[in-house]
């Protein structure tokens, strides 16, 4: 018994957490950029698999897996670039390092919007 007790009291603490934290952020970032994307109206609705050899289905009715998949990595760039931002922000870089990541943010988040109003257009 004293055993279980032990381990429960760790569990307790929360020391296991703090050297995993970092990971379960980036997990439940991502989680959420899928369910941002459409993981759930993928998995819940008929799909077409390709919409011929387009990517974006015409119409907003359909998703099509390819396109999920698009619109999940410009969600990903756009949420790296506002993290790159982040860092720059806190001085994490030398003062150089923090222009470049400024401006390597700034380009993620611009290529990211193009890529998703593009594919809104392409939908119209």
Known sequence: ???LKEIAMK???????????????IIIVVVTVAIISGVVRILTTETIPLYG?????????YQTYAEFIVILVYYLLGTAGLFLYYLATRKRFTERGNRYAIL?????????????????????
């Open 1 to 3: 018994m004293p055993q």
């Open 11 to 25: 569990l307790l603490s929360f020391e296991w957490f703090k050297k995993i934290e970092e990971l379960v952020a």
């Open 53 to 61: 050899v387009r990517v974006y289905a015409p119409s907003m009715a």
């Open 104 to 124: 390597g943010a700034a380009l993620l988040i611009i290529f990211s919007i193009a890529g998703l109003l593009t594919g809104i257009m392409s939908k119209i």
